[in-house]
Each structure stands twice: as C-alpha cells, then as structure tokens.
C-alpha cells in the first residue's frame, strides 16, 4: 500500500492526535536549538541575544515532559542569569566603559520599548532633560538602537501670512 492509502485509512481523531503530537515536537526541537545555541555561544553574544533564547527556550519548552530538556533549560537560565548579572567579572580582558556603554544600551532600549518607541518619553523615563540629549547618545553612541525609534515626523509648519497694508509713500514737497 502506498503512504496516501495508508494514512486515508486512519481515522481523523487519530490524524489530529498525530498533528498535536508533532506540533509538541517542533516545538521541543526549537526549545532544544536555543538551548544548544547557548550552551555553545554563550561567551559570543550579547545580553539581548542570550535573554531572547532563554525566553525562547522557556516557552517553546513549556509543555514538556523531558526531564533532560527541563535540567538543560534550567542549566542554562541560571548560565544566561550569571553573565547578564555577573557579580565577579573575568578580569582579563575586561573594559569598565564597554561594560558600562552595554549597560547603558540596554537601559535605552527598555526605555524605547516601554515608550513605543517615542525618543521624548524614553528620554523622561531615563532621567534624561529631553529628548535632545536622548538623540545625542542614540547617533553617538548606540546607532544600533536608531531602528527601535519611531521615525522622525517632521512638524508641521503654520502657515500665518500676515497681512500689512502697503505702505504710503509721503511724497516730500519742497516748501
């Protein structure tokens, strides 16, 4: 019998049973690549990257029952936890202003987020005097962020002309 004849003569319940069961798979195969991906390149990428694969693993592995998926999961939260919030850095190597410059770029992305992407209300939720000095750093120093801004709108202009009568011309007469 040929596979088409073969998976006609399953009854539809078990087709649908067959389908969850491969979605679940998919699902733990994706979990299991964003662990492999931090277990192997950890030291490689940056704190965004390694907090999107843990969130990623996290929820691709909710529903699992693999114990050996769970261990690894929890492995690598606490692995991911450790660099992003390192108590004790590696001192060979290390640069307190690269450090410090990460830091503050996380800081200004969280801000961009949480304001919709509106530099004037991340600049306010950064402390920040206004969104001059928000834009400074973001062109200087981080224009890896410029994207998570909304574009520029342009202002409108108002368009008042205002309107003077002509001036009189006093004509001078010689007296």
Not at 16 to 42: T, V
Not at 68 to 96: K, Q, Y
Request: with cysteine.
């Amino acid at each position: 019998m040929t596979a088409m004849k073969e998976l006609a003569q399953i009854p539809e319940t078990n087709l649908a049973s067959i389908e969850r069961e491969l979605q679940a798979l998919e699902l733990q195969i994706a979990g299991c690549a964003a662990l492999s991906l931090i277990e192997e390149l950890a030291d490689q990428l940056t704190d965004d990257e390694l907090c999107f694969l843990i969130e990623s693993a996290r929820s691709y592995l909710t529903d699992t029952q693999d114990a050996v998926a769970v261990n690894r999961l929890s492995e690598c939260a606490c692995r991911v936890l450790a660099i992003v919030h390192s108590t004790r850095p590696d001192w060979n190597g290390f640069s307190l202003s690269e450090t410090l410059r990460r830091h503050e770029g996380r800081f200004i992305q969280m801000a961009l987020e949480d304001a919709g992407g509106s530099v004037t209300k991340a600049a306010g939720l950064l402390g920040l005097p206004g969104h001059q000095s928000l834009n400074f750093i973001l062109t200087h120093r981080h224009p890896e962020l410029l994207n998570a801004r909304t574009p520029i709108k342009p202002r409108r202009r108002k368009t008042l002309h205002l309107i003077t009568a002509p001036k009189s011309t006093v004509e001078e007469t010689d007296e």
